[in-house]
């Protein structure tokens, strides 16, 4: 038990008690509901939701996660290291010296130990010129013999099908489609001047100081340096990641330790000794044993034949909106809740009250009224008997003033 039974039930420390045990409670039935954006089944569905998406994060799987980092960092690398290659092939090209100066001596110089050669020089060209002269006057390879080839080279020229008619056809065929493609060279959109054009855009494109090759090259050293930087690189990121993995590890402080807790928590609260549902039940015992409690009772009373009407009364003092139900019971029935008669005084509005009459009958019996309050602060009820029909005049028989209510822990059915 949490109150010592001989707390004195209208002493100020008794009642300070008692408020604090209603605020604990109110504390403890926001952590348990489930609506509460920082209730206990919140907290739990979080924890579960940041336990998934890290499992998803270190996963091969994830789109974003450390593994694919990991794989495009290395993809992005390879590119870099492509295309720095490909930028000093071109840096070779530039610089390639093969038709300076020098180089003309050099072939010049190359010409004339050709000239003079003892093996195919000047020299040379002479005896094999003799050698040709003789050939010329060969009767197999000579003169005649060209001159008979030469004639039937010519009676081939005139042939009608492979002669020099012929040709002509297949070269203005050939003319027709060199001109075509002139045509095509020469063509605003898809010509030799558009190519020039678009080599020129590409060359400026290449040379161009913000997008060009060269801001290309900073930007790939800053992105190697961003990738190597000890405070915010890859390995940075990779050391943070291992950290990040072992809080959650950690067995006193990591995620396994955070579910036990929140687990000991629940029980704490769910405990039939010391839990949630013994300290309401301890507070209504107080309530009872205080007069504080939102059930009330006339308890059983007699009315004669002369009293014919019960009037009931509600006085709202509080500043919201509030309610009672009455309920009259019969005692010559038992159980007294098969014959009980309700009546509701809802929307009881701030600083007003309401009030009714019931008829009771004209016989002599023993009557019970209870007052259902939902409050039991700035909320007082009256009742009384008198003689005559309900909404007539008559004389008042039996008072009961809201001190003389007596409260209820429970009520029959």
Known sequence: MIFDNKCDPGGDHCRHHLDTLKRVTKCLDRVLDDKHKCGLPAIKKDLDIIEKKLNYILSKKSRYGLYSIKNEINTLAKRVKEFLGKIDKIDRCVTHNA??????KRDIKKVDEAVHNPDYGLKEIKSEVREIEKKLD???MGLHEIKKEVMDIEDLVSSPKVGLCEIKREVAIIEDIVSEIEKIITSPHVGLSEIKEEVANIEDAVTDPDFGLSEIKREVAAIEDAITDPDFGLSEIKREVAAIEDAITDPDFGLSEIKREVAAIEDAITDP?????EIKREIRDIEQRLGITQYLTTGPFLKDSSEQTLHLKALNYSAVTQSVTFVLHD????PITETATTIPFLN?????ALFTEIGIGTDESNLEVRAELSTTFGLFVYGATKTGEPGAEGDKRTEIFHSQWAPLATFCG
Not at 99 to 104: D, S
Request: proline share 9%.
């Open 99 to 104: 038709l300076t100066l020098k180089g003309m």
């Open 138 to 140: 060969s009767p197999t």
């Open 273 to 277: 000794d010391f839990g949630l549902s």
């Open 331 to 334: 005692l010559r029935q038992c």
């Open 348 to 352: 009881i509005t701030p600083c007003c």
